[in-house]
C-alpha cells in the first residue's frame, strides 16, 4: 500500500483545514487508517483511527476539534480539522495496517505516508 498525504499548509488559529491521504491497492476498504502528528522536538503522537469495521477513535485532545472519514471507493481518509490552534501546529503523517491491539499505537501500522506540514499561526 502507497499513502500519499496532501492538504497541509499554513493557517491562522481558528481555522480550518482538510487533510486528504489517497492509498494505493484494492483493498483499501480492509485496512484500519489512522492520522498521527509530529511537532518539532516531540515524539509522533496518534490523533484519530478510522477502523476497518467503520468505528473511529479520536485522541482526547482533538475530540470535538477533528473529525476523521474515509470514502472507500476512492481509496482516501480525510482529516477534517477546526478551530486550528498553533499548538496543532505540526507534520500530519496518514497510515495503514491491520492493526491487531492498541490503534493508537504507531508501531502497529505497516504502511505510511510522506507528511503534510501544518502550521497555524497565531
Known amino acids: 500500500v502507497q499513502l500519499q498525504a496532501s492538504g497541509g499548509g499554513l493557517v491562522q488559529a481558528g481555522g480550518s483545514l482538510r487533510l486528504s491521504c489517497a492509498a494505493s491497492?484494492?483493498?483499501?476498504?480492509?485496512?484500519?487508517m489512522a492520522w498521527f502528528r509530529q511537532a518539532p522536538g516531540k515524539e509522533r503522537e496518534f490523533v484519530a483511527a478510522s477502523r476497518s469495521s467503520g468505528s473511529t477513535f479520536y485522541a482526547d485532545s482533538v475530540k470535538g476539534q477533528f473529525t476523521i472519514s474515509r470514502d472507500n471507493a476512492k481509496n482516501t481518509v480525510y482529516l477534517q480539522m477546526i478551530s486550528l490552534k498553533p499548538e496543532d501546529t505540526a507534520v500530519y503523517y496518514c497510515?495503514?495496517?491491520?492493526?491487531?491491539?492498541?490503534?493508537?499505537?504507531?508501531?502497529?501500522?505497516?504502511?505510511w505516508g510522506q507528511g503534510t506540514q501544518v502550521t497555524v499561526s497565531s
Open positions: 497510515a495503514a495496517g491491520r492493526v491487531v491491539g492498541y490503534y493508537s499505537d504507531y508501531d502497529r501500522y505497516a504502511f
Open positions: 491497492g484494492r483493498t483499501f476498504s480492509s485496512y484500519d
